[in-house]
């Protein structure tokens, strides 16, 4: 197993999230969250979190697109 594999597996980073380890966020939460933030399903480099942002209410809108940083610019 490589070092990447190790590093992007949401339930092998989560065994080591406190958060988790405290009992304060269930491990299929933050399995989620990581696949939510982390994932980018062999695209174009985004990942769910790049368009649904927690700081825009995890929804997108025309003036939340228009201040994201445009891979042209
Ligand atoms: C490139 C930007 C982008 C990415 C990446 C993206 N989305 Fe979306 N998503 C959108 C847009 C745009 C809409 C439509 C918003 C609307 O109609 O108001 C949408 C709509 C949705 C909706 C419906 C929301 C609603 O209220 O109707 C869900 C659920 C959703 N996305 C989940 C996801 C998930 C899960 C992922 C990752 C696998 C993801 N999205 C990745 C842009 C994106």
Same mark, same amino acid.
């Given at each position: 197993?490589?070092?990447?594999?190790?590093?992007?597996?949401?339930?092998?980073?989560?065994?080591? &999230?406190?958060?988790? =380890?405290? %009992?304060?966020?269930?491990?299929?939460? /933050?399995?989620?969250?990581?696949?939510? !933030? &982390?994932?980018?399903? =062999?695209? %174009?480099?985004?990942?769910?979190?790049? /368009?649904?942002?927690?700081?825009?209410? !995890?929804?997108?809108?025309?003036?939340?697109?228009?201040?994201?940083?445009?891979?042209?610019?």
């Amino acid at each position: 197993m490589t070092t990447e594999a190790v590093t992007t597996d949401p339930i092998s980073i989560c065994n080591q &999230d406190p958060r988790v =380890n405290l %009992n304060l966020v269930p491990l299929a939460v /933050c399995a989620g969250a990581r696949v939510f !933030f &982390d994932q980018t399903f =062999n695209g %174009n480099g985004r990942t769910c979190g790049t /368009c649904h942002s927690p700081m825009n209410n !995890f929804t997108i809108d025309p003036a939340f697109v228009a201040a994201l940083r445009r891979w042209w610019a």
